[in-house]
Structure formats: structure tokens, C-alpha cells
């Protein structure tokens, strides 16, 4: 979303979990990486920060240093309140889809990280769909006053609280949102940008 | 906070919970509520984009728009995560400071919120001081990457997490924060600005 953002082409590669030696270029072994001419760039955030200094003449995903500094804030608070709690409700959904040679690896990191088999982390689906939709609650009076995280046009912000929606619609049939959501609105807005580009990744339909 | 980022002299009058009649020329029956010359602005996000917008050649609250929506989404997880859990450790220290005109107010108008009696609600002070500090985690990481929330520099989003240590500092002798915690050198900062503006506040000392 982030070099749709700035206009900038480019060819993405299908990666999976255990192909860490598909990325060890980078000298590290997780995604995301970007490869731009020489420079070999990765973590997320890393990244926009590097698309934002060499393609300044670009759309900019942050409109100065304090507007970087509160979305830094708000990764934050994306990473603790939503991935976790996207993840419990599409935990055995992703493992269903993963591939074989990624399974045993998926199943062992993450018991370990829950303290548990991914069966019992997964046990209360209602519970765990009621407590994602709770998460969001910071960013509901936002999105009633604002189109955008960012404001009037989306920003890195809403790309940061766009990634685990699209993780989910990957993944899951769940309806995450119900239709009357100001997040469902959002991420209708989000799904149609660029001519409709993140619509057009595989997934599951979002019923309106 | 505000009035000081801009620079702009005010006179402020002491306020007790139920003396609606001292604001009632405002329309409504909360505080803040600010007179500027010939205009009356209550709220205090109404306030700061009144400042903002009456007072645009001082130094600005708001680095522009994504900034102010930014902001905005800032605010609502303070109030939401912070502002309650600031109350459950400090509650009866309150309640015992009130003025004893207040004291039923406040009580009837908690105990309602709370739906249990200020006691109960305050029963385990560890576990709330625990849970005020949990609270604080998505903050962490970016103040030890950057001097305030909003990066350089203090804006709104910083007095917006500022308020609720100013109310405990004021009412509550509880050490609300470690002092090797990252919140508490910000906080440091935060009552040094405007040559010790807010230290020299009445309140509890903050131990270091």
C-alpha cells in the first residue's frame, strides 16, 4: 500500500514462512524486504521511512516529523491491540491454508507464544470476534469525524490498521465488521483505492 | 498546556464540580471552558482548534491536518485507556480531597458510572496501579525513540497524556510511575516546559 502510495512500480514475490533463505540476502530472516536498485531495505516501517527520504518529489505517507511521530504511536497501538486479537479469531483458518512445509513450524512458534495448543487459543470464537471488534473502539469516533486515519486522504497510518484486514480477508471467511461499522466504511474506502487494487487480491468476499 | 504552547496570557479561575452556575453562560455544564475576548469555547479539543485557527501565527499545536487527525485518534485512546485506569488507582484519594459540597455529587455521579460503591471500585490498588502502568505500554517504545509523543517537540497529543498525570499529581500521593520507566523521564520534560510551568502546580512531589 505504501509504494502504491508513492506511485512507485514495482513486482512483488510470494513468500512463504520457512523460506528464510529466499530473504537471508537481507541478513535477517523476516518480511517485509524491498529490493530498490542497490538497497536492500527491511521491517515495515524501515521502509516507508527509506520510500519517504528517496522518493521525497513522491506522495508523502507522513506529512512532516510530527505526524511520523504520532504514526509511530499508533503502530504501536496497532500492533498490541489489533494483531493479536485478529490473529485469536483467524488462528485456524490460516493454519488450514498454510502449506504443508510451513505447518509444523506455524504450530510450534505459536503454541509457544500462547502458552498453549492453537485449538484452545482458538476455543472461544464469539468471544475472541467480540473482543477484536471491542479493540477497535480508539478508532471508531475517528473514523465517524474523518474518512481517513490520516484525515482527508489515507496516510501510513491506515495502511498500518489495513494490514491485519487484509491478513483476515486472505485467510478467513469470518466477517470481521459488521456492515454498520464506521471501520466497515473505512475499509470499503481502503479495498477501492487505485482503482480498486487491494479488492483485487485474492480473498474472501467482505459482505456489505 | 495549550495556552502556554502558544504563548497567549490568560487568567485561570478555580472550579468546583458542582458550581455549574460559574459556566453556565457557556451553554453547558462542563469545564474547560475558555472566554477570548468577545468568544466563549468549551471542550478542550474545541479549544485547541479555536487557539489553532484564532492564533495561527503563534507556535502551532498542530503540525497541519494529518497531524490534527492523528491527534484526534490519540485523544480517544487516552481518554478510553489511560483516563479511567488513572481514576481506579486514585479514586479515594480524591474523593478524601473534594470539597465537602462535592462529595455527594461525586460519589452518586461514579458510583453510577462504576456500577459498584468508590470503595469496591478502588478494593485492590496493586492490581489497578499494575494495570495503569500496562496501560502505558503502547507509549513506551516511542518515547524512548523520541523526546515527546509528538516527536522533537511538545504538541496536543503530549498534554492530552499529560492531563491525567497532572490530576494524580494533584490529588494523590501514589508513585504512578517507576523511575526508570521511559514515561517517567517524558513526564520529567513534560513539568520542566515554560521554566517549570506545570512543576510549580500545587501537587504531591514526584519521587525520583
Given at each position: 500500500m505504501a509504494l502504491k502510495h508513492k506511485g512507485l512500480e514495482f513486482v512483488s514475490v510470494p513468500w512463504r514462512f520457512t523460506e528464510r533463505e529466499a530473504i537471508a540476502f537481507?541478513?535477517?530472516g523476516l518480511v517485509p524486504v524491498i529490493v530498490d536498485g542497490g538497497q536492500t531495505v527491511h521491517d515495515s516501517w524501515n521502509?516507508?521511512?527509506?520510500?519517504e527520504e528517496a522518493y521525497p518529489q513522491r506522495?508523502?505517507?507522513?506529512?512532516g516529523g510530527q505526524s511520523q511521530a504520532l504514526t509511530f504511536f499508533f503502530?504501536?497501538?496497532v500492533f498490541r491491540a489489533?494483531?493479536?486479537a485478529t490473529l485469536k479469531v483467524i488462528v485456524l483458518d490460516v493454519f488450514a491454508r498454510l502449506h504443508e512445509k510451513d505447518k509444523a513450524y506455524f504450530r510450534e512458534s505459536r503454541e509457544k507464544r500462547f502458552g498453549m495448543t492453537l485449538e484452545k487459543?482458538?476455543?472461544?470464537p464469539n468471544a475472541s470476534l467480540a473482543a477484536f471488534r471491542g479493540a477497535l473502539e480508539p478508532v471508531r469516533p475517528v473514523l465517524v469525524q474523518q474518512p481517513f486515519v490520516s484525515g482527508k486522504g489515507p496516510g501510513y497510518a491506515d495502511y498500518l490498521l489495513f494490514g491485519p484486514f487484509m491478513w483476515a480477508r486472505a485467510m478467513s471467511p469470518v466477517r470481521m465488521l459488521e456492515p454498520d461499522d464506521p471501520v466497515?466504511?473505512?475499509r470499503e474506502r481502503m479495498l477501492g483505492l487505485w482503482g480498486g487494487y487491494a479488492r483485487s487480491a485474492k480473498g474472501f468476499p467482505v459482505w456489505a
Open positions: 537481507s541478513g535477517q521502509i516507508a521511512l527509506y520510500l506522495p508523502a505517507l507522513f506529512e503502530q504501536q497501538w489489533i494483531h493479536s487459543y482458538a476455543a472461544d466497515f466504511a473505512w
